[in-house]
């Protein structure tokens, strides 16, 4: 209309809401969805025609639906957003339906145990203590996620996995590769192959000599191919690794913005835990919410999706939902009374490195702070560059000092 702000709050229907106006807030328009068109269709940005789910309840609705699909790969790359689906990769059971994500669930259940997670625990510990005295040495300011937030999940899987450090470079190259929204096709492809291929020849390697680690525990089971284990391998280290290193980055910067809440955790240790899940629920890094394909015809309170359809379930707005939150759902509040968030997902494919996840972000949260009491950004946070071009919310990099 030529006079309205370009950072207009409102929604433009038939989209996709972009463009954040707080740096740890989703777009303005989830809220006018919510209120007015909580289930809303739009062409994507890729042109592939679905809806949004903007709403807490909705989105559980549709993540524990088995008539909605987690594989939205095509046969060919650039084909018609409704071309028919490939299948997914080996061993990748985040785009798995059915009894054959279940299959490979309950693997990883199985090594995913409580004794394992305990004993990973004083491991997590040493890793963090470590990068907090490399970084003690240094003089500030310091890039955080290089110097503390990228390499504690990095080095963490790698204990997980049985992966040694020396490799853990090229690991952090290739997952971000695979993660950039701006790389181009072939980028991915090749970073992807270059994961498979690495953790194919470790797989061998824990065939002949097994150690107490989850890829030793899936050869030892004796379930899956080379392939499959090569797969599973390169998920945990996608999946695991720039999402607990965004939450411990953007975390850390948003405590510093928010100091009375960050004095009031300092000052009581007990609030480390409702203060991680907050920051989980506040932050929902997975941005962009999780896609679903529609398998058949679905009614959705009054909506008739059709199938071939996808539907994005919005973590980030389902999080502001005052009707879940119902205490100022856009405010930091550490002292917030639990309730069950989305950050993690829901149904089936819920996040299975989540007690791995909290572990992690405990430890690094509490001997950061406690390390540097006092720690402050090096730049205004305005300038702290964010990472709206990723899947995986977060900051590209984290100028801090003491
Ligand atoms: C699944 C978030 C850390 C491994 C998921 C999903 C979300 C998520 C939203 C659901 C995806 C979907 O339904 O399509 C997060 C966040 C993390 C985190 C925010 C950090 C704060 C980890 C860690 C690991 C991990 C540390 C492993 C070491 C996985 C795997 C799946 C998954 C394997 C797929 C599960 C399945 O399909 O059944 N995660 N995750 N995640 N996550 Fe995480």
Sequence with gaps: TGNQPTTSTRHTPGTQPMGRTCPFSPPEGYRTLREEDPITPVTFPDGAKGWVVSRYADVRTVLADPRFGANRRRV????????????????????????????????????????????????????????????????????????????????????????????????????????????????????????????????????????????????????????????????????????????????????????????????????????VEELLRYLTIIQYGLRRVALEDVELDGHRIEAGATVLASLSSGNRDATQFPDSPDALDIHRPYRTHLAFGHGVHQCIGQQLARVEMKAALSALFDRFPTLRLAVPADQVPMRDDMLIYGVHELPVTW
């Design 76 to 275: 060919r790359p650039g084909d018609a957003p409704d071309a028919p689906l490939a299948p997914p990769p080996p061993g990748m059971f985040i785009m798995m339906d059915g009894p054959e994500h279940t299959r490979f669930r309950r693997l990883l259940t199985g090594q995913f145990t409580v004794r394992r997670m305990q004993k990973l625990a004083p491991a997590v510990e040493q890793i963090v203590a470590d990068q907090l005295e490399a970084m003690a040495g240094a003089e500030g300011p310091v890039d955080l996620l290089q110097a503390f937030a990228l390499p504690i999940p990095s080095l963490v899987i790698c204990e997980l996995l049985g992966v040694p450090y020396e490799d853990r470079a090229e690991f952090q190259e290739n997952s971000s590769m695979v993660l950039r929204l701006e790389a181009s096709r072939d980028e991915v492809m090749q970073a992807q192959s270059a994961m498979n291929e690495y953790i194919h020849q470790l797989a061998v390697a824990k065939r002949a000599h097994p150690t107490d680690d989850i890829l030793s525990g899936l050869v030892q089971s004796e379930q899956l191919t080379d392939e499959e284990l090569a797969g599973v391998g390169s998920l945990l280290l996608l999946a695991g690794h720039e999402t607990t290193a965004n939450m411990i980055a953007l975390g850390t910067m948003c405590l510093l913005e928010n100091p009375e809440q960050l004095a009031a955790l300092r000052s009581d240790p007990a609030l480390m835990d409702g203060a």
